[in-house]
């Protein structure tokens, strides 16, 4: 497994502190190595009474507790072909989910990796514009 996005996540983790740098890099070992994770780990896309965003899901969109609270969250992309991790975003559960998901999803547009979910780019395009 590979990853990539951890560079270009760095600028959003330092107002955080050294603290989230640690537990991004922690995630990543274990990922990577396939020890457990310290801290919840689930993917987008659902909520409590099922299926919120196919776009999420078939993005392969997660998102990862960076604290023992439910706040901040690192939003990634795991993809199986070929075995990949795709770092996108720290976020709050607010701003990703309860209605905003194709709206997020439309704002960190040029993170997320698309490849062969373009239709769903061209979509959030057509439904909220370039700008």
């Known amino acids: 497994m590979r990853y990539g996005g951890y560079q270009d996540l760095l600028p959003l983790l330092r107002p955080f502190g050294q603290r989230l740098v640690h537990a991004v890099e922690e995630f990543l070992v274990a990922k990577l190595t396939g020890a457990p994770l310290p801290r919840k780990d689930k993917p987008c896309g659902f909520d409590g009474n099922g299926l919120v965003s196919q776009m999420q899901v078939d993005l392969g969109m997660r998102h990862y507790y960076l604290t023992a609270r439910m706040d901040p969250l690192l939003i990634y992309q795991q993809i199986r072909e070929p075995p990949y991790l795709h770092l996108i975003a ?42």
């Open 90 to 131: 720290i976020a709050y559960h607010a701003q990703i989910f309860q209605g905003r998901e194709r709206l997020w999803c439309h704002e960190w547009r040029e993170a997320i990796y698309w490849d062969g979910n373009e239709a769903y780019y061209n979509e959030l395009i057509a439904e909220f514009g370039e700008g």
